[in-house]
């Protein structure tokens, strides 16, 4: 059996990163495209919950009921359907290709080296500013005179990734639904317009560590609909609220152990990605010889393309210049339950029940749901 065509994200007409413009757009920010049809508004809260997908939400109407009663719709994550890549999107309004945080794992050219963006740290020798340069939404919010603000985790706060993605946002540390809510609120009241972002991150973990349809994954959907119903409580007079995602999830039931397959390690200089979105940077020379066999052992379980294929073909959106080198000269994405992991090299991968970055609509499709607060 062929592999089916790959979905490419509806980059520009109703994937994740047309959500920041549109945001923009209807704050009156100049020069903003409202490709979501936003309703206008002063004062603008982007909930983000960390691994709630469209089709999990639709699947669970039980534990999401005040989630399930908004109005909305499926919009598109980026290729890989993955955090880093998808907050990247939601930071500059750009595809992934634009904005080049391009997946958990890519390599900087010219080092010969990987760079986890999750795990980025100062000390990596990789300037956030210089690897992400593309001015943020919530500088151009704030250059027109919106009141801007990210509501997140403490430990998040003045990260590279968080430089990277959030710069010209004023970091509001919360570690408690309760305080989630009560800074989400301070922020929408801030100046005669604001634009605020929450991030959650809870659901993820608990998809990661117990499985997206476990009963821990179910609770835990149980207290992101509740802490969605308080911030809509909580929106002040004219206010929007536009609750979205960064992915989905699935439980891959086949996992492929590159570091215990000798031929997926041939020719290999590097593999990043993850698990579900794999990139193979071959050494010099190889990359025919590593696409061939990346395919013959791979199969029809996996999209597997070259590199040019896969950008020329939209899976990234449009590839700024600098930025294609850090995807891998093939692509290996996963369509049905397989997992493409590394033990040696990837150990936290082991314990991982819950994955995520393929197209697939199980993690592609991500929710866009409104509220509006009291007229």
Known sequence: MSAPPPPVPRYGTGALSDLPPSVL???????????????????????????????????????????????GRAIDAGLPATTVTSIGSLGTGLPPGGHGLLGLQVAVPGTGRLLNLLRWRDDAGVDPDEFQPVPTVYERAAADGVAVGYVGARHLRNTPLSRAASRGARYLAADALGELVGRAEAALRAGDRAFVTVYHADLDATGHRRGVDSAEWRFQLRFVDQLTERIAEALPAGALLCVTADHGMVDPGERLDADRTPALRDGVALLGGDARCRYVYAEPGAREDVLATWREVVGDRAWVAPREE????????????????????????????????????????EHMVGMHGSMISAERLVPLLTASGPT
């Open 310 to 349: 896969a950008v020329a073909d939209g899976w990234f959106g449009p590839v700024a210049p600098g930025m294609v080198e850090r995807i891998g000269d093939v692509v290996a994405v996963p369509h049905g339950g397989l997992a493409i992991t590394a033990s040696e090299r990837e150990p936290w991968l």
């Open 25 to 71: 757009a209807a704050l009156g920010v100049p020069g903003a495209a409202n490709v979501l049809g936003l309703p206008p508004a002063a004062r603008v809260c982007v909930l983000l919950i960390d691994g709630l997908g469209w089709e999990q939400l639709r699947a669970h109407r039980d534990e999401a009921p005040f989630l399930n009663v908004l109005s």
